[in-house]
């Protein structure tokens, strides 16, 4: 059973910057895929980034590449999502997921564990 607990979203102008963070425990951390995704109101969950076990594969959504980047750091079980130059349309609720395989997956029916979420909010 694992557990997934997210932190570091808020509210912050257009162009700002916000880490989050993402701690896992209840399983072998670098042995699953990691991701990221985000749900806006009245629209449906996007997958925004996503990282296999060992770190080494990436995934990006377009909407966010070169702004946003996703690391691991296993020996922490924690994984992170460094968002720059946000925009009012990142603003969502931004939920990290861990995937039933080592390696990377952007569907989300390959991810069996979700944290409870945490609130971006960028204003104009």
């Known amino acids: 059973q694992a557990q997934l607990v997210e932190s570091g979203g808020g509210l912050v102008q257009a162009g700002g910057s916000l880490r989050l963070s993402c701690a896992a425990s209840?399983?072998?951390?670098?042995?699953?895929?990691m991701g990221w995704f985000r749900q806006a109101p009245g629209k449906e969950r996007e997958t925004v980034a996503a990282?296999?076990?060992?770190?080494?594969?990436?995934y990006y959504a377009d909407s966010v590449k070169g702004r946003f980047t996703i690391s691991r750091d296993n020996a922490k079980n924690t994984v992170y999502l460094q968002m720059n130059s946000l925009k009012p349309e990142d603003t969502a609720v931004y939920y990290c997921?861990?995937?039933?395989?080592?390696?990377?997956?952007?569907?989300?029916?390959?991810?069996?564990?979700w944290g409870q979420g945490t609130q971006v909010t960028v204003s104009s």
């Open positions: 997921a861990q995937a039933t395989t080592v390696a990377i997956t952007t569907m989300g029916a390959k991810y069996d564990y």
């Open positions: 209840g399983r072998t951390f670098s042995a699953y895929a």
């Open positions: 990282i296999s076990g060992h770190g080494l594969s990436t």
